[in-house]
Every structure is written in structure tokens, then in C-alpha cells.
């Protein structure tokens, strides 16, 4: 008992979805979906009002979850979208509380549930490590002690008395994880903070990550980056519609995750505009897999080309939104990342309206096995993610054997991420063995 | 080596936390406030340095925006209404109510938008939530100490000694970000689930001010409601103001002590409804 950082016990979230979900409630709102249901129909953003009750329709964002997590263990929690994850999180960093159930935390805890949480961009980076420091829990003298510290990890000596609206989104992410990275609790939380920056800021969020797990603090982590987990935890937990399914050794459980029939995905639709991933600048409608005829699918041949259609909705204009994909193999590692560039809509601020992006994968590129194509869409400068769905489809990419493909005639295994169909030549030299001359 | 022995130190001292649905009425966690002190001073900090940044003449607008009030009222009701001043030149006459006036009416304001204009803090991190609508109350203390010297030079100007009264000036100047913080509570949880408040507290503040005594006296007030008009808070805190700096009659002590009564009744009721709103504040902000 006297080992336990953390134990969890029957702890359940209820969520009201109609209190929830819309934002910006006004009176008006109600009014005027008094009258939409008067008149019978519901418009997009208010299906999920139940006929009668108003607003009564509730779900369970997690329900019977118990574990113990040991002092200096390091816990991964993965699952879809919506399982579960960020709730219990939210609810273990106190931010908001269980419906029913309880949890004991033993020791000092502090969450980043986002890089640069209370950043203000009219302050000067000074002034900011101070106010994000306070936010994150650190005391005055504290964070002046580590002040000098904190300005060398994030390398922006020169502009630490700019106004940090100023700085570039990777200098403003460096500053932020910085102040961050400077805590010193005994329990912490994190929550997919490595989905933002470029690779060698995320490596930088690794290895820090890595330092403090081997210092002996107990870190809980969510990531969508199934390699992240394995290669930080030793144990993971794997969440499904509010439930603990498995937990167990981190490879384990992310195998059994990656192997379960949940993860084939051709396609997911939102018609319910107040769950939709999203926020009021844009939101998703749908997201599928479709094949060169237009068949959705997730079964792909292996020489076959397959789109990704990604169907969104501006709600307000003047955003420049870029659709992006993520490509991650069973294993989970990152096969690429791509990011429309469709000149039609590069630079240019979009109206309110729908659109649908898509984005075509060659067929003899991907290799055989289990893809997970994550989509979102970003603004680039500054960067801010609208929406980021995780896994957005999942498919299993085959070999008929017809012998036309990469791997010829062979009928074993073959290695690799990608598997393309590169173009071999030969020439025939001369009829004479070099070896017979010499 | 300090880093050890910080290590071995907290480990001596073990915080349990224990997270569970909230089940009293009065469980209201108060202290946790005081643990949170430092997280207080950033957040009026910040509020302090943002809020005339990247304007022309900076915190100039302290100085201008009372004074500003003072030049119109005195020509629209000093001038043309001819509303009596108690015997003093009616531009400090209202000054002097207009300090704490707009302490009062700027505190509320930012009280009770605090939660929802820091809505980015209340869902990514844990703190007790009362220190958002305590800063929001707080911050606009520096623009009245500003204001204040204004009034001092003025009272220089116009001749004006202070009674001793000056003393009680404190007093009042509690009992005003009281009187803000006990509804500022109020309107800031309404204001997360309802965003129509946003909107009603520019109105209630105008409505809130002609039912003060700024720009006219309380002797205006028929001496049969007047036990009514000392419900309002405020109209003991003006008058207590132009008492204790510019020698105008003493503040009745019943209109006083009902107005401390019903300060602290909102308070605490504040306090309450609050914290019993907080704990979805997270999901609906």
C-alpha cells in the first residue's frame, strides 16, 4: 500500500450531451429550438436532443474504471477517440469531478494537459515562464531559480523580452514545453502534448519524458502514437467506450489494441453535428476510404491506388484550414504525414460552407499488413489544430499473389514499410565469364 | 544537491488527495486558496500588465476615463440639471463618488466574466476556481489608487482638507470589492452556463449607478425611502467616501451597518453558489 501513487477505484463520468456538448448557450438558443422541435425537424447541432426532456440525454464517458499504479511506474492509456481517455485524465488532474467512485492520489501531481496552458501573447517571454510557471503550480522563488534554466532548454535567449505573439510557433512551443518540463512533481500527467511541433521538438518532449520516467517519478501519458507508448511505459492501459479492456505490459496491450476487430475503419460519419470532432471555427462531417470506382473500403489490393475523403464544415470565415493525414503502420510508427496542398485553397482563407478534401495514396506503395490514417485540420501559422481524429480509418493493405505486384513471385515474408514497385533495369554485358578471362 | 534534498523533503511531507464526487453544501475548501496565493498575485499581475498594452497613451487611461466621466457629468448634471452637491463644487463632488464608483462597477465586470474569459485555464488545469473572480476583483485596485492621487491633487486645487474620516477610507474601500466579489460570484458561474450574463452586466452596472448617489446627493432621496436606498451597498460606501474626504455630512451608521449585512449575506451565498457550480464548470465553460 505504501508504494501507490495512484489507485482508482468503480470511478464513473456521466455526461449531460445536451449541456454539454453545445457551446455558447443563450436564451435564444433555447427559443429557437423550442421551435425547430415544434416544427418537427431538427436541424444540424441539435439531434441529440431527446423529444420531450429538452436536453436529458446523458452517456457514460467512463464507467467501473479501478486500477493502482505504483510509484515510479509509467503508464500508458490508449484507445480511440472518445474512450475515455482525456476524461479520466481531466478527472485525476481534479480539473473536473467523478459522477461516482473515488480516487487517492499519494504525492505532489501536476498535469499538462496542453503546452503553454494561460500563455499570454502581449507578455514577454520573461514574463510568461512566470505567469505559466505560477499556472503549472511552481512557486516564485522556484521558477527564479530555474529561470536561466528553463531560457536555455527552450533557446531563445535572444527573445526573452518579446512579446511572445512575436515569436515563431516553434519557438512559442519550445518556451512552453520548457516551463513544463521544469516541474518537478512526483506524479504527472500528460496528455498527447508530442501531437504538435515538428520532429525534433517532439524528439526534445521524448526525452525529456524519458529522463523523468527514469528518475523515479510516476508519469501517466495519453498518446495516439502507439511506438511513443511502447517505448516510454512499461504498462499500458487500453480504454473502449469508458472501459478498462486491458492493461497489462505496454507491448501487450498495444498489440491486443492494434489486433482487435475495432480497428478496421472504412469509414465514420458525424451527423450529429454536436458530437462531430471540432470547434467553431470548423468541424468534421465525415471521414471514409474510398477505391479508384468509388467503393468504400477497407480492404485495399496492394497495387490499387485508394483516396481518403475528408468531408468538413467551416462554421466561421477567414480561417486558412489545411486538411492533413497521418499514416501509421500496425506497429504504429509513422509511415508519413501529408498536408493539402492543393493550390485552389494554399494561403487562402476559407468561406463558411462545406468542403470535402481528398487525398490519393498510389497503389504499389504502401506494404502488406494494417494502416491507421489519422486526419485533422490544421492552420498552419499560427499553428493550431482544430481537430485532430485518431484513427480516422484503418484498413488492411493485401496481396493477391498475382505476381504483378512488389513482391513478385515470393511467397514469405517480406520486411518493410512501404513496399514500392521500383523500376528495375538490366543490360547484358557479354556472353564471356570475367573470371574465364582472368 | 539541493535537488535531493528538495526531493527527500517532499517525500517527508505527502500530500493525499483524495478525488471523489463533492457531497456538502459547505465543503467550500477555502484554504485552498491560500495555498494558491502566489497563482492569485500572477493572474492580477498579468491583468495589470495586458490591459493597456499596445495602446497609444498606456495607463494614461486611468487618469482619463474618470476625469472624462467627471467633465460630462458635471456639465449635464451639475449644468443643465442642476442637481445640488451637498455645497461642493460639483466636479469633485462627483469625482469623489466616481473613484469609488468605478472601482466598484470595473471589479464587478471583470468579476464576473473571470470564468469564462479564462476558460482556456479551468480546462487544462486544476486551482481552486475562486481565485479567478478574486483576481477579477482585485486588478482594478491599481486604476483607483491612481484615480486617487488625481483626487488629491484636486482637492489641493479646490481647497479641500480631509477630516479625519480619511482614516475609514479603507473600510470602505473593502466594503465596496466586497459588494463586487459577493455578485461578481454570482454572475460569473451564471456566465458559464448562460452567456446572456455577458451581456446583462453593462446594464446592470448603469442601472446599479443612478441607484447610487454619484451623480446627486442622498439628501435627494425622500427621507421615507431611504431605509430601501441603504439596501444598496454602494450608496454607504459613496456617501462614506465624500464623508472622510471632503468633510460632507457623516454616513448614517444603521444605513452602514445594513449595508455590511446585506454585503455579507451576498458573500457568503456567493461563496456557496459558486462552489456548487464549479464542479461543471470544466464541462460547460
Known amino acids: ?438 | 544537491m539541493s535537488k535531493t534534498q528538495l526531493s527527500s523533503l517532499t517525500t517527508l511531507v505527502e500530500p493525499t488527495v483524495l478525488i471523489q464526487p463533492r457531497r456538502h453544501l459547505f465543503d467550500l475548501d477555502l484554504q485552498g486558496i491560500w495555498a494558491y496565493r502566489e497563482l492569485l498575485y500572477f493572474l492580477v499581475w498579468r491583468d495589470l500588465k495586458v490591459r493597456y498594452k499596445q495602446t497609444l497613451i498606456g495607463t494614461g487611461w486611468v487618469v482619463i476615463q474618470p476625469l472624462m466621466t467627471m467633465a460630462i457629468f458635471t456639465v449635464i448634471f451639475g449644468n443643465f440639471a442642476k442637481i445640488p452637491s451637498d455645497g461642493l463644487p460639483y466636479p469633485i463632488f462627483s469625482y469623489a463618488a466616481l473613484l469609488p464608483w468605478n472601482l466598484f462597477s470595473s471589479s464587478l465586470s471583470r468579476g464576473g466574466e473571470s470564468v469564462v474569459s479564462n476558460a482556456n485555464l479551468v480546462t487544462k488545469i486544476y486551482f481552486p476556481r475562486l481565485i479567478l473572480p478574486l483576481s477579477g476583483v482585485l486588478s482594478p485596485l491599481a486604476d483607483f489608487a491612481i484615480a486617487l492621487v488625481i483626487l488629491i491633487g484636486m482637492m489641493i486645487w479646490f481647497g479641500i482638507a480631509p477630516t479625519v474620516g480619511i482614516l475609514m477610507l479603507p473600510i470602505f474601500v473593502l466594503l465596496a470589492i466586497c459588494t463586487a466579489l459577493a455578485v461578481g460570484l454570482w454572475l460569473a458561474a451564471l456566465n458559464v452556463r448562460y452567456r446572456d450574463v455577458r451581456y446583462t452586466i453593462p446594464f446592470l452596472i448603469q442601472i446599479w449607478m443612478f441607484a447610487s448617489p454619484v451623480a446627486y446627493p442622498v439628501s435627494l432621496v425622500p427621507e421615507k425611502w431611504r431605509w430601501l436606498y441603504s439596501l444598496n451597498p454602494m450608496a454607504g460606501v459613496i456617501e462614506g467616501f465624500r464623508w472622510a474626504l471632503l468633510g460632507n455630512q457623516s454616513p448614517d451608521v444603521r444605513v452602514m451597518a445594513i449595508s455590511t449585512v446585506v454585503v455579507v449575506a451576498l458573500l457568503a451565498g456567493g461563496i456557496v453558489y459558486f462552489k456548487q457550480m464549479e464542479r461543471t464548470f470544466a464541462d460547460e465553460v
Not at chain 1, 488532474?93 to 501536476?110: D, F, K, Q, V, Y
Not at chain 1, 531563445?156 to 505573439?165: A, H, L, M, S, W
Not at chain 1, 501559422?381 to 482544430?386: F, R, Y
Request: hydrophobic share 40%; aromatic share 8%.
Open chain 1, 1 to 438: 500500500m505504501k508504494d501507490i501513487a495512484i489507485s482508482v477505484e468503480n470511478l464513473a463520468k456521466q455526461y449531460k450531451i445536451g449541456l454539454t456538448k453545445i457551446r455558447h448557450d443563450t436564451i435564444r438558443d433555447y427559443v429557437a429550438d423550442g421551435f425547430r422541435s415544434l416544427l418537427g425537424r431538427t436541424s444540424l447541432g441539435t439531434a441529440t436532443r431527446v423529444e420531450g426532456s429538452g436536453n436529458c440525454e446523458t452517456f457514460w464517458a467512463l464507467k467501473d474504471v479501478t486500477f493502482n499504479i505504483r510509484k515510479g511506474e509509467t503508464v500508458g492509456f490508449i484507445g480511440r477517440n472518445g474512450a475515455g481517455k482525456s476524461t479520466l485524465l481531466k478527472i485525476l488532474s481534479r480539473i473536473t469531478e467523478p459522477t461516482t467512485g473515488l480516487a487517492r492520489i499519494h504525492g505532489r501531481i501536476a498535469s499538462l494537459l496542453e503546452v503553454g496552458t494561460g500563455f499570454h501573447g502581449e507578455l514577454s517571454g520573461r514574463d510568461n515562464i512566470y505567469l505559466n510557471g505560477a499556472i503549472l503550480g511552481m512557486k516564485k522563488a522556484e521558477i527564479a531559480r530555474k529561470f536561466d534554466e528553463i531560457v536555455a532548454f527552450a533557446e531563445v535567449e535572444k527573445f526573452i523580452d518579446t512579446p511572445v505573439k512575436r515569436y515563431s510557433s516553434g519557438m512559442y512551443l519550445r518556451l512552453a514545453f520548457a516551463v513544463a518540463a521544469h516541474l518537478e512533481p512526483e506524479i504527472l500527467i500528460v496528455d498527447e502534448v508530442l501531437a504538435v511541433g515538428d520532429t525534433s521538438f517532439q524528439k526534445k518532449c521524448l526525452n525529456k519524458m524519458h529522463s523523468v520516467g527514469k528518475e523515479g517519478r510516476t508519469v501517466l501519458f495519453v498518446s495516439h502514437n502507439l511506438s511513443a507508448v511502447t517505448s516510454l511505459c512499461q504498462r499500458a492501459l487500453w480504454l473502449n467506450q469508458g472501459r478498462v479492456v486491458s492493461d497489462g505490459p505496454s507491448q501487450q496491450t498495444v498489440s491486443e489494441y492494434l489486433s482487435s476487430g475495432l480497428l478496421m475503419i472504412a469509414q465514420q460519419e458525424w451527423p450529429d453535428a454536436s458530437v462531430a470532432p471540432g470547434n467553431d471555427i470548423v468541424r468534421a462531417r465525415a471521414m471514409r476510404l474510398r477505391t479508384e470506382d468509388g467503393r468504400t473500403t477497407d480492404i485495399v489490393d496492394i497495387r490499387e491506388p485508394v483516396a481518403l475523403e475528408i468531408d468538413f464544415e467551416v462554421l466561421k470565415p477567414g480561417h486558412v484550414l489545411v486538411p492533413c493525414i497521418g499514416l501509421a503502420n500496425e506497429e504504429g510508427l509513422a509511415v508519413f504525414i501529408s498536408h493539402d496542398h492543393d493550390p485552389a485553397w494554399r494561403r487562402r482563407p476559407r468561406p463558411v460552407g462545406c468542403f470535402s478534401s481528398t487525398v490519393h495514396i498510389p497503389g504499389n506503395f504502401l506494404s502488406e499488413g494494417r494502416f491507421i490514417i489519422g486526419a485533422g485540420i490544421i492552420t498552419e501559422m499560427p499553428l493550431k489544430v482544430h481537430f485532430d481524429v485518431n484513427p480516422a480509418v484503418a484498413f488492411q493493405v493485401v496481396d493477391s499473389f498475382d505476381g504483378d505486384a512488389a513482391r513478385g513471385d515470393l511467397a514469405g515474408q517480406m520486411v518493410g514499410v512501404v513496399r514500392p514497385l521500383l523500376k528495375w533495369s538490366n543490360r547484358f554485358m557479354s556472353g564471356q565469364l570475367q573470371s574465364a578471362v582472368r
